[in-house]
Structure formats: C-alpha cells, structure tokens
C-alpha cells in the first residue's frame, strides 16, 4: 500500500534549501507601454528569485527600463547609468556583486554603443527579448551581454502572470498591450525602429489577461498600442477582429467597467470605432489622439498621411456620435520647414477643436530619421517661443474644462488613500484625479461625485447621497 501525505502549500513551494531571494530594482521611463514593460519583467524575475526593491543601493539586480523618443529622454539614461556606476562600485568594495540592464528603447537603438560608453552595463536588451531575462542574466554573468534581434517568438508567449495578491496591490486601473509596433514611419519618430513593425495580440490572450485581472478586483483595462486603433489581432472565429470588437467582447468580462485604449492614430480611427463610443457605456468619452501640427505642409513632411481636414472631420464625427468626449492630443512645434503661418495654423486648430489636456514638445532630432536629414531645421530659440505660446493655449483649455465640471456630477472610480487623512483618490472619466472624503472601503467602486473645488492638476468632489448612487 502507498502513503501519500498531503503538505501544506507553503512548505512545498519553499523549500528549506531555497536560494536566498535577491533584490532587483527596476526603473522605467517614457511610454505606458514601457510601464506596462516593467512590471512584466519583475513578473518574470520573481519566479527566477528577484523580489522588488525601491532603494538602489540595495539592488543586486538594477534594471533601467529606457525610452529614446527625445535626445533629453536618452541622454537621462546615461547620466543615471553613472550613478548606478557609483553604487556598482561601492557595492563590490564591500563584497557584493550588482548586475546592471538597460532594456526599453535605448537598449534597442543603441546595443553594444552602450556597454562601450558605459562600462558597468552587463546586459542590453530590447524591448522583444525581455522574456528572455533570466536566461540572459545568467550568461551575462560571464561577460556583457547584448541582445536587440527581433526574435521569431512571440514574448508575451512566455510572460508570467504573477500571483493574484501581486496584481491586487498593484490597483483596481491596470494597463494590458493589445497591440505593439509602428508601420506608419512619420519622419520625426524613432519608434518603428525600435519597437519593430505593428503586431497584435490574439483576441483570447487579451481576454485571458483581462480576465484575470477583473478576479483580482481590477475595474478599468487601458488597452495599450503605439497604434493601438491598428489592432488587428485574430479572433476565436479565426477572422481578424479590429480594436471595436475587442473593446466590446472586453467589456463583457465580469467586473470591467471601463476601458480605454492608448495611443491612436487619426487614420485608425475606423467607423465601428467612433460607433462604440456611442454604443458602449464602458468605453470612457476621453481619448489621446495626437495630431502634431495643425498645418498641411509640415503634416506631409512628418509623413503623417492625413491633413488638417481630415483631422478635424474625425472630430466631427467623434462629437457626434459622443457628445460628452473630450479630447487630448500631442503636438511637435519647430519641425523642419515651420514657418510662423505654419505654426499660426496649429494654435488656430487648438482654438478651434479645443483639448481637454495636452502634451508639447519640441522637435528633437533623432538619429537614423528623415526629420533628422531634413533642411530648414528651426532655431532653438524659435522652438522655445512656440512651446510656450502652444503650452499657454492649451493650458487655458485645460483649465476651461476643469470649471466646466464644477457643479457636474462625475462617475469616479476609486484607486487609493487620498492625499490627506479621511480622503480617497479616483479618476473621473475624463482622467482628472478627483479627491473626496470618503472611507476608504470604498476603493475599488464607481460612485457618483460631485465635483466642488479645482486644484493645480485634480478636482475635488463630495460623495452623492445614497439614494442619488445609481452609476
Ligand atoms: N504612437 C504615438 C506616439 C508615440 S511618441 C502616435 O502615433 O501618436 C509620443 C509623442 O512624442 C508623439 O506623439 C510626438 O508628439 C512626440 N515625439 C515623437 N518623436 C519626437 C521627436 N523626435 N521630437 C519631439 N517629439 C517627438
Ligand atoms: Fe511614431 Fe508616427 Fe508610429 Fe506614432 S504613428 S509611433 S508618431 S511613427
Ligand atoms: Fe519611448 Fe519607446 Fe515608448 S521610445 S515613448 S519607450 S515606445
């Protein structure tokens, strides 16, 4: 006869002769994505014994998580490389070895430029390798590594979905990538070359992933996309759903009640698309579409293939179907060959769309793109002046349409302590965060606010009646 004796869980997943646990510290920058980038990674590194850290000097393990869409965001790294430098060093006098990853976007752009100008860097991987990271981290023990190849298997193949009390204190607002890659090349953008062509995730993956996060109390799903409206990804039928079917079988998912997708392209931005912020209450009426300039001809030379009309009408026709949607968008000022009248035209397409929010940049010029060739490159000094004018603009809408809530009553979807004792903190559908006193038991709920005070970047709110919370 066999005796089986059942352990107790705990016993059996920790051995007593498990390796000591290590400590990785993790830091990203530029895109949602790569936010979304991060904590896949540490999914991935927990199983392989990595527990995070927020204190540096602690880290055996430093990874910096890195974006190139601007000169500024890619130089940031080697600057905060010499610092990690610095603890490496210290670390090793006192007998302790660090290893050091710079993954993300200036991983994949730079390669083994990187270990050469910074010689503590052990490992350089992109943004399609990182899956590969425990195996990568061992052979970089023996000298640097560098791997930035487009690899024929699919990451998210080998992803790790980390335990339920993980992704709990990670929020009731979580981020999943739909859709990955850029085809549309415009002149000024680095991000076709460094994160490859448009590919999409299967239909069942992502509803898999959601799925798993609604169990774990999470409410509202950003779908994520360099062009997340190209979403073209296979569905259970076997036929290519687009991002409107999706969001629809998403919002399907018991406990989702509200979704976003991030970040657009105007061409994407299909019929079925602006019908399902018509048709479904869980797609919320704010959406980041970026335009970049407002005149025809700096649009043609950053190879944007649509035009101010075009632009406009797609607003046209998001104003109609939702009449509630705010906008956000990006902008560029001083693209090679903007004239005055050329920038006069993008102020004159904010005065007439107006922006709920907005982000503005200078055009900065990045190796290896055309923009970067092109003749006519504006003086700094003339960038610096548009950026504020732009910025003074579109600051005013902003702040025009935080009044305009005041006295209105918002859903909030409550996510965490507020910033003084007795509030909590949610976002209104419009992203604002809104704080109200309020227990926190009720984190994690939609309810009904009204919308009191404004403050530099949130609102203030007052918690509806009992008999008033129907939303
Ligand atoms: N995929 C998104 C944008 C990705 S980059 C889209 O298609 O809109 C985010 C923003 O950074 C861009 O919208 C653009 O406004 C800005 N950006 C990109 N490259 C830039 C550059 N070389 N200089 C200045 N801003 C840039
Ligand atoms: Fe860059 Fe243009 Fe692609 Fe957006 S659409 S990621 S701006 S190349
Ligand atoms: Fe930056 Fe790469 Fe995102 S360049 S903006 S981290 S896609």
């Not at 991060?38 to 204190?55: H, I, R, S, V, Y």
Request: glycine fraction near 6%.
């Amino acid at each position: 006869m066999t005796e089986t004796i059942d352990l107790p869980v705990e016993t059996a997943a920790e051995p007593q002769n498990a390796a000591p646990r290590r400590k990785l510290f993790i830091k990203s920058y530029g895109c949602q994505m790569n936010a979304y980038d991060a904590q896949k990674m540490t999914d991935l590194l927990a199983p392989a014994g990595f527990d995070e850290t927020q204190t540096l000097d602690d880290a055996d393990l430093v990874i910096l998580n890195t974006c190139h869409i601007r000169e500024r965001a890619a130089e940031k790294i080697f600057s905060e490389l010499g610092k990690v430098r610095e603890v490496k060093d210290a670390r090793r006098a006192g007998g302790l070895a660090t290893q050091v990853v710079v993954a993300g976007c200036v991983a994949q752009a730079g390669g083994g430029e990187i270990v050469r100008r910074q010689k503590a860097v052990d490992l350089v991987v992109g943004p399609q390798n990182y899956h590969r990271l425990p195996e990568l981290l061992r052979r970089a023990e023996a000298m640097p590594v560098i791997d930035t190849e487009f690899p024929v298997e699919d990451k998210f193949d080998f992803l790790v979905t980390p335990p339920r009390r993980v992704t709990q204190a990670r929020g009731v607002a979580a981020f999943v990538t739909v859709q990955e890659g850029c085809d549309k090349f415009c002149t000024f953008c680095v991000v076709p070359y460094t994160r490859g062509a448009e590919v999409s995730r299967p239909v069942e993956k992502i509803v898999a992933e959601v799925a798993d996060l609604a169990a774990a109390g999470v409410r509202e799903i950003t779908l994520l996309g360099q062009n997340v409206n190209a979403y073209h990804g296979e569905g259970p039928d076997g036929r290519v759903w687009s991002l409107a079917k999706l969001c629809a079988r998403l919002a399907e998912v018991p406990g989702i009640a509200r979704l976003r997708y991030t970040t657009s392209h105007p061409n994407d931005m299909d019929g079925d698309l602006i019908a399902a912020h018509r048709d479904l209450p869980a797609l919320m009426p704010y959406l980041h579409l970026p335009v970049q300039s407002g005149a025809d001809a700096i649009l043609s030379r950053m190879n944007r293939k649509h035009d101010r009309a075009a632009y406009r009408d797609i607003v046209r026709r998001l104003r109609d179907a939702c009449p509630d949607i705010a906008l956000s968008s990006d902008f560029i000022v001083g693209f090679p060959g903007e004239s005055d009248a050329d920038f006069a035209a993008t102020l004159d397409l904010v005065q007439e769309v107006t922006f709920a929010s907005a982000f503005s940049f200078k055009y900065s010029p990045r190796p290896g793109t055309p923009g970067a060739e092109m003749d006519e490159q504006v003086p700094e000094a003339v960038k610096v002046a548009r950026l504020a004018a732009l910025q003074e603009l579109l600051d005013a809408q902003r702040l025009a349409f935080n009044r305009s809530l005041v006295g209105r009553t918002l859903a909030v979807l409550f996510e965490k302590k507020g910033r003084h004792v007795g509030q909590i903190a949610g976002r209104s559908p419009y992203l604002q965060p809104v704080q109200v006193e309020a227990p926190e038991a009720l984190i994690g709920r939609i309810l009904p606010v009204e919308i009191t005070g404004l403050a530099s970047n949130s609102l203030f709110g007052r918690l509806m009646p009992e008999e008033t919370q129907r939303l």
